[in-house]
């Protein structure tokens, strides 16, 4: 089946700690995008990429980083220096030839204490 | 820059019947799409319903339909004979039509369905 895996669902850390979100699609997908949703606020856009080893900050990238490597996997670092880094975060990926939609993945609730 | 507004925070309706979802949006631009997504309580984002702006004939989808007012900027999701199912947080997002905006979605802060047996 074609789709996109994060892992873990639930994460949680000690704060000062930087901590990985893994992002993997198996859907030939170009484009790829890491959202960040809180309680009462729609999704914010953190970083997005386009193609292989180039990407671009968002609205909110300060605190976070992240690295394309390969196509299928966008992994994004929350640092120490994201001053309130416990949110749900959702990975997307689109076909920047194809389709019209992004397709999510699952998310990741991270917990920062 | 672009925003998207969606004004109402909460919506109930009875099993059934018929309920509106508002959006409002604000671009220069002339040339997007539309859209509107659903997060049911597992979280995981799904896509509802998609409008173009060049399109003036509203989307429809089984019993979503939108109300495309281009003019005023509205993108409003009907849904009828609502279903528990339906009960849901619903997002509207905006995506510029043109290459540079990466095909970056604008969303709303979301309007939280509850449907009533």
């Known amino acids: 089946d074609g789709g996109i895996t994060q892992s873990p669902k639930y994460l949680f850390r000690k704060e000062g700690q930087n901590v990985t979100l893994s992002c993997e699609q198996n859907?030939?997908?170009?484009?790829m995008y890491w959202y960040r949703q809180d309680p009462g606020q729609g999704l914010r856009l953190i970083y997005y990429?386009?193609?292989?080893?180039?990407?671009q900050k968002g609205d909110i990238a300060e605190g976070y980083s992240v690295s394309r490597e390969k196509k299928e996997s966008f992994p994004l670092t929350v640092t120490s220096a994201q001053k309130n880094p416990t949110a749900f975060y959702l990975c997307?990926?689109?076909?920047?030839?194809?389709?019209?939609?992004?397709?999510f993945g699952p998310g990741t609730r991270l917990t920062v204490t | 820059a672009q925003t998207v507004t969606q004004s109402q925070p909460e919506m109930s309706v009875q099993e059934a019947e018929t309920v509106t979802l508002s959006c409002t949006y604000d671009?220069?631009?002339?040339?997007?799409?539309l859209f509107w997504y659903k997060q049911p309580p597992s979280r995981q984002m799904i896509l509802v319903i998609r409008?173009?702006?060049?399109?003036?004939q509203n989307a429809t989808e089984n019993r979503f339909s939108v109300n495309f007012q281009k003019a005023a900027k509205s993108f409003s999701l009907k849904i009828s004979d609502s279903q528990l199912g339906d009960a849901a947080m619903y997002f509207c997002?905006?995506?510029?039509?043109?290459?540079?905006?990466?095909?970056?979605?604008?969303f709303g802060a979301g309007t939280r369905l509850a449907v009533h047996p």
């Open positions: 997307a990926s689109t076909s920047t030839v194809y389709s019209y939609e992004q397709y």
């Open positions: 859907l030939n997908h170009d484009a």
């Open positions: 990429s386009q193609i292989v080893n180039d990407f």
């Open positions: 671009t220069s631009e002339s040339d997007y799409y």
């Open positions: 409008q173009e702006a060049y399109k003036q």
């Open positions: 997002a905006y995506r510029s039509a043109f290459s540079g905006g990466y095909n970056k979605l604008i």
